[in-house]
């Protein structure tokens, strides 16, 4: 069973930045796509960014369009883990934010961590 272990949320003031983790039960090398979705109370969970591999051409991202320019994301194969580096944020940016993972037909979920952006 795959496990994956997000970390690294909490409170920043805005326009400060937070690093996310995702840690991984396994190699995270099956996984053809990895990314994040937040979610605030009451809304649907919104698509942050995805990491996708493709064995021909590497490597490919997407992003949001409201964190497009301040969120980056990266994945460490050697350690297993996919991170989220969030910069510039802003209090519409808080939310929990939930990393997942793609193996064939199968979508796997983290536990979700918590961002808040206030002052």
């Given at each position: 069973q795959v496990q994956l272990v997000e970390s690294g949320g909490g409170l920043v003031q805005p326009g400060g930045s937070l690093r996310l983790s995702c840690a991984a039960s396994g190699s995270i090398f099956s996984f053809y796509a990895m990314g994040w979705y937040r979610q605030v109370p009451g809304k649907q969970r919104e698509l942050v960014t995805t990491?996708?591999?493709a064995i021909t051409s590497g490597d490919s991202t997407n992003y949001a369009d409201s964190v497009k320019?301040?969120?980056?994301?990266?994945?460490?194969n050697a350690k297993?883990?996919?991170y989220l580096q969030m910069n510039s944020l802003k209090p519409e940016d808080t939310a929990v934010y939930y990393c997942y993972a793609d193996r064939a037909i199968s979508r796997f979920w983290g536990q979700g961590t918590q961002v808040t952006v206030s002052s």
């Open positions: 990491i996708t591999t320019g301040r969120f980056t994301i990266s994945r460490d297993n883990t996919v």
